[in-house]
């Protein structure tokens, strides 16, 4: 009875953010029978990032989901079920480096440039592109570096972005 | 090397898994297949329409414990199956489906009769593979053969391109099938065993609950000791009649929204619920929240996924039903349980006040009452009948009146709820149990969606006897509409239907009907005792309704009971 109750209130803490790292057989249509998976069943997608690993018979998929303890419980059975999937791992909190990477490309006024130039480099990032009236800025971190970093290009017109989603490895154990 | 036809390939390799039968309709794409099973000693049972051949490939597997397996041609072919799939991926059931594809070179070129069929099943499938290298073909169908059968099984589609199969290609013996990312769990973790005995120890109100699980993994025999051994009363799901026998003391009837009295009041009153190879359909549980909220629960599963999916548990066991039954039969071999009888008293008898209080029960005045049909059928048959059902009221009462003893002699569409299936798992029951009487119990609408397998069944001698309960209405939809939308029969009555008699013998099978209460024995008995297959019309009390009902998303305890 106890653990059922314990369950229960564990089920009330919502929508924490999981990045699930998938380990899939490189197998035409996986893809497809992942991301059905979270259609069908009502999951959410945040993001979703896919690359071969060093055995180019395995594929990471690299997946961005959030829900309360027991849907993303019930995501990892699920996708631990299918039988392309090799391994199912759950970052969450501290335990992995996350890293994303974005192109921006941001309208560059000549009174904003330096501003631009300046952010650019507070932000470890560069300009990979250099037109008329536009930069385009590549920028890898977290989350919440981009986030900052689009809110602070705002202002100058951002024309397009173009984000990869996060891609994530277990940290080493200290 | 050796080389062999990609269609020699895959004869030879049903072969080594032990196919005798397949169901199958051919078709452009397939000619290759047909030309070599014509050669080879495989039975081919041709069906009517492809669904037809999915649901007696599923009938099969259900009543022969093997591996079913179909072939149909590409596009409409293959699309007709996916009814089919779905059903039998809803209740676990191993099925291997052919598929027919157009050649390789043409895939993606909206081709004739081409269809993405791999893309189609996806989601119903437990597994599926697009064949392109005939190379792979022998690994392929092994694996689809040990997916369908294995940890919890299901249905596996293989796709096979026309081309694919007149090309030369080596073939090597069957080798044990090892796949890295698929490693199902059969034996559970003892340190969650002890922890059920605990609870078993502890417990003045357990009961257990079966389903398909045990049935699936041949555990009933298993079961039956379990509940002797700590005397806790059973009831099953739908799919779950028969894994334990209804003349035996424990039996409380099936449960949920059709279940018994006595079963839903148990349900709700225990003090520890051992669920073994369920998984909590709704229509089991009602309300989840009031389901079993008295109880420590204890969930044993072979799929991680079914547990703590739809009810929290107390105690998760993964692994195999019967494997976890007998292990737990084991350890309890060495526990005292000399006072557990006289410990259970109290609640074996509040059971058995509840049994009397509202037993299962229909009154038979001059219109015949589809209850009375069954019953009749049950005395007539001494239960010993393989029953195959269609999906509606007739599904339920077949279910609450025709008292099983061994498992896999229910075949029904539990999950999916698919009309239509009756009459062509029948077919395939049949197939699998040559000897032994299999009766579809069917009603007037659902009979209508597949009654072209009766032609099947005339074809090859297939002595299938289907018992139309004829009110000529979609009952169940009707006495929802009764009951929650005052009664407004919105396209429920079916004003016409064939002449049932005429339609079997048209189809050169024979046809028999019973109007009246005092003809229903007397046509069942000439109809069971007739030589092929035999149709039977029973015309029932229009609007007679299933009870006891629980409205969905109520709490099981919150029967209408008449």
């Given at each position: 009875m106890k653990d059922r109750l314990k369950e229960e209130e564990v089920n009330r803490e919502e929508g924490e953010r999981h990045i699930l790292s998938i380990l899939v057989e490189n197998q035409p249509g996986v893809l497809s029978r992942v991301a059905g998976l979270f259609s069908g069943r009502g999951f959410n997608i945040e993001s979703l990032c896919v690359a071969e690993t060093m055995d180019p018979d395995i594929s990471r998929i690299t997946l961005v989901t959030n829900g309360d303890m027991g849907v993303v419980e019930q995501v990892k059975k699920q996708l631990n079920k299918l039988v392309d999937v090799l391994k199912v791992l759950d970052f969450m909190g501290g335990d992995s480096v996350e890293r994303e990477m974005a192109l921006i490309k941001v309208r560059a006024k000549p009174e904003n440039r330096a501003e631009i130039l300046r952010m650019v480099d507070i932000f470890r990032s560069r300009i990979v592109d250099v037109g008329a009236e536009c930069y385009t800025v590549e920028l890898t971190g977290d989350e919440g570096k981009i986030m900052a970093f689009l809110n602070l290009l705002k202002p100058m017109g951002i024309k397009e972005i173009a984000r990869t989603g996060a891609v994530a490895l277990a940290r080493e154990k200290k | 090397m050796k080389t062999f036809t990609g269609a020699e390939i895959l004869l030879k390799s049903l072969k080594e898994e032990g196919v005798d039968t397949i169901f199958g309709y051919p078709g452009g794409a397939v000619i290759e297949i047909y030309d070599q099973l014509d050669k080879s000693d495989i039975r081919h049972i041709l069906v009517r329409h492809e669904q037809g051949a999915v649901h007696a490939a599923d009938g099969y597997a259900r009543a022969s414990r093997r591996v079913g397996v179909c072939l149909v041609t590409s596009g409409p072919g293959a699309t007709n199956t996916v009814t089919g799939i779905a059903t039998a991926y809803s209740d676990s059931i191993p099925i291997v489906v052919l598929t027919g594809q157009v050649p390789k070179v043409l895939i993606g070129n909206d081709a004739f009769q081409e269809v993405d069929i791999v893309g189609i099943t996806r989601p119903?499938?437990?597994?599926?593979?697009?064949?392109?290298?005939?190379?792979?073909?022998?690994?392929?169908?092994?694996?689809?053969?040990?997916?369908?059968?294995?940890?919890?099984?299901?249905?596996?589609?293989?796709?096979?391109?026309?081309?694919?199969?007149?090309?030369?290609?080596?073939?090597?013996?069957?080798?044990?099938?090892?796949?890295?990312?698929?490693?199902?769990?059969?034996?559970?973790?003892?340190?969650?065993?002890?922890?059920?005995?605990?609870?078993?120890?502890?417990?003045?109100?357990?009961?257990?609950?079966?389903?398909?699980?045990?049935?699936?993994?041949?555990?009933?025999?298993?079961?039956?000791?379990?509940?002797?051994?700590?005397?806790?009363?059973?009831?099953?799901?739908?799919?779950?009649?028969?894994?334990?026998?209804?003349?035996?003391?424990?039996?409380?009837?099936?449960?949920?929204?059709?279940?018994?009295y006595r079963a839903n009041m148990s349900t709700s009153?225990?003090?520890?619920?051992?669920?073994?190879?369920?998984?909590?359909?709704?229509?089991?549980?009602?309300?989840?929240?009031?389901?079993?909220?008295?109880?420590?629960i204890v969930h044993i599963d072979i799929d991680p996924t079914s547990i703590r999916k739809n009810i929290p548990?107390?105690?998760?066991?993964?692994?195999?039903?019967?494997?976890?039954?007998?292990?737990?039969?084991?350890?309890?071999?060495?526990?005292?349980?000399?006072?557990?009888?006289?410990?259970?008293?109290?609640?074996?008898?509040?059971?058995?006040e509840w049994k009397s209080t509202n037993p299962l029960a229909y009154d038979q005045k001059e219109v015949t009452k589809p209850q009375f049909v069954i019953e009749t059928l049950y005395k007539l048959t001494g239960g010993k009948a393989i029953v195959a059902t269609e999906v509606g009221q007739n599904q339920m009462w077949a279910a609450q009146y025709y008292h099983l003893d061994t498992p896999n002699s229910f075949i029904t569409s539990g999950g999916l709820g698919c009309m239509g299936f009756g009459l062509p798992a029948a077919i395939g029951?049949?197939?699998?149990?040559?000897?032994?009487?299999?009766?579809?119990?069917?009603?007037?609408?659902?009979?209508?969606?597949?009654?072209?397998?009766?032609?099947?069944?005339?074809?090859?001698?297939?002595?299938?006897?289907?018992?139309?309960?004829?009110?000529?209405?979609?009952?169940?939809?009707?006495?929802?509409?009764?009951?929650?939308?005052?009664?407004?029969?919105?396209?429920?009555?079916?004003?016409?239907?064939?002449?049932?008699?005429?339609?079997?013998?048209?189809?050169?099978?024979?046809?028999?009907?019973?109007?009246?209460?005092?003809?229903?024995?007397?046509?069942?008995?000439?109809?069971?005792?007739?030589?092929?297959?035999v149709l039977m019309d029973f015309h029932v009390e229009k609007e007679e309704g299933v009870y006891p009902m629980v409205p969905a998303g109520a709490p099981i305890t919150e029967m209408l009971l008449v």
């Open positions: - | 119903c499938t437990k597994h599926n593979y697009l064949v392109t290298d005939v190379n792979d073909l022998g690994r392929v169908i092994r694996e689809a053969f040990y997916l369908a059968r294995s940890g919890r099984p299901g249905p596996v589609l293989v796709d096979l391109p026309k081309d694919i199969m007149s090309m030369q290609g080596s073939y090597q013996k069957g080798r044990n099938v090892k796949l890295k990312s698929y490693q199902p769990t059969y034996k559970p973790h003892l340190k969650q065993l002890s922890k059920v005995i605990n609870l078993i120890k502890n417990a003045k109100r357990p009961m257990i609950l079966a389903g398909g699980g045990v049935a699936l993994s041949k555990a009933s025999d298993e079961l039956r000791r379990f509940a002797s051994k700590i005397v806790a009363p059973v009831t099953t799901t739908l799919m779950g009649l028969g894994t334990f026998p209804a003349s035996d003391e424990l039996w409380l009837g099936m449960l949920g929204m059709h279940g018994t009153a225990c003090d520890l619920l051992i669920a073994v190879g369920v998984r909590f359909d709704d229509r089991v549980t009602g309300k989840t929240d009031a389901f079993a909220s008295q109880a420590e548990v107390t105690i998760p066991v993964v692994g195999d039903c019967r494997v976890t039954l007998q292990i737990l039969n084991d350890l309890l071999e060495k526990e005292t349980l000399n006072g557990v009888r006289k410990v259970r008293e109290p609640w074996l008898r509040q059971i058995e029951a049949q197939v699998a149990n040559p000897g032994k009487l299999v009766v579809d119990i069917a009603g007037d609408g659902s009979i209508q969606m597949n009654i072209q397998e009766l032609a099947t069944a005339v074809q090859y001698k297939l002595p299938v006897k289907v018992v139309i309960l004829n009110n000529q209405y979609l009952g169940m939809v009707r006495q929802w509409q009764e009951l929650f939308y005052k009664k407004c029969y919105a396209c429920t009555h079916m004003e016409h239907a064939p002449d049932f008699v005429k339609l079997a013998e048209a189809y050169g099978a024979t046809g028999l009907r019973a109007t009246t209460p005092e003809e229903v024995a007397p046509v069942l008995k000439k109809g069971l005792a007739l030589e092929g297959p």
